[in-house]
């Protein structure tokens, strides 16, 4: 899409992007905004103006006294400001931020849970972390190593079978990540903008390969269920874990887990009955693909679609 028609859309009856199953309306009027959505969603689909948004959504610059102190920005849903604004120049990751906010605790299709996905040979490996953890470096990793990107950070369980759904959008690195990554990449890697100072500390967001892209239709079955954790001079190592502790930790990582009721339960019980589970501890990121290209070495399955 030409420049100038996206920041049409973005300004007016807003852009209507696809992310996987969720359609979300955007509206902006912050220049960085515009640039951040036309380098990371190049390879999303814009679904017409007529079509069901699930999502109206916007970042906007704070009016009032504020902006004679300093320029603020603000997230916006439906018409509501839901948080507090943000330093100007924050724009990025606010947007970003917000579009998990939606999914996470607003979209009740499927069970959500905050871990990275990704997908090989028709099998989901789910790796659910808390911040800090490693997870997103390690997805970065494995995503440039012949892994295909469902999410850096939502897993969306479809209820009646507990396959994966894809949902590819950039993905987040934060500090030491960024650098370490680039090296790792060989400059593959291309960053919209690092956005400093933000609650996080510095941010980076990169954009999902054009392949997981084009893939969104595809689902994955149950393969992995990995807890990563980075522990410095750790060799690459995996711990197996019992299925229903396995159980109860996803049951802590799920954000609407107390909506879905018992077909939750069932979906994530199937999951994790279909799984190998496990800890995963590393400080290589050499030796990390080598163990999880050996986790790999399964026969293809059929894959299945949305």
């Known amino acids: 899409m030409p420049t100038a028609e996206l920041s049409r859309r973005l300004h007016h009856e807003g852009l209507r992007l696809q992310t996987g199953p969720v359609t979300f309306c955007i509206r902006s009027d912050v220049p ?52 507090a604004p943000m330093p100007g120049g924050h724009g990025l990751p606010m947007i970003e931020w917000g579009m998990n906010w939606c999914v996470s605790g607003l979209y ?49 369980i479809r209820l009646e079978d507990s396959h994966l759904i894809p949902m590819p959008r950039p993905v987040s690195l934060k500090n030491a990540s960024i650098e370490l990554m680039q090296r790792a990449s060989g400059g593959r890697l291309q960053f919209a903008s690092l956005v ?28 992995w269920v990995v807890f ?47 799984s190998q589970c496990s800890e995963f501890s590393y400080s290589s990121l050499s030796q990390a693909i080598a163990a999880f290209d050996r986790l790999a070495q399964r026969q293809p399955v059929e894959v299945d679609c949305v």
């Not at 941010?203 to 149950?222: D, I, N």
């Open 32 to 83: 960085e905004v515009h640039r951040g959505l036309s380098a990371l969603y190049a390879e999303h689909g814009v679904v017409d103006d007529r079509q069901f948004a699930d999502f109206h959504i916007r970042v906007c610059r704070v009016n009032g006294v504020r902006r004679w102190i300093r320029r603020q920005l603000q997230f916006g849903l439906d018409g509501t400001f839901p948080f």
């Open 108 to 156: 009740p299709h499927f069970l959500t849970l905050h871990a990275a996905v990704l997908e090989r040979n028709g099998l989901a490996l789910v790796m659910p972390a808390p911040s800090g953890s490693g997870k997103s470096t390690l997805c970065a990793a494995l995503l440039l190593n012949g892994w295909r990107l469902l999410s850096d950070e939502l897993a969306l």
């Open 196 to 223: 400093h100072d933000t609650v996080k500390g510095t941010v980076g967001h990169f954009a999902a390969p054009a392949e997981a892209v084009r893939r969104s239709g595809e689902t994955a079955a149950p393969g």
């Open 228 to 274: 990563p954790k980075y522990t410095a001079g750790a060799p690459a190592q995996f711990s197996a874990v019992s299925r229903g502790r396995t159980l109860l930790r996803l049951i802590e990582n799920a954000f609407n887990y107390n909506v879905q009721g018992g077909q939750g339960f069932e979906a994530l019980a199937n999951l994790v009955e279909a």
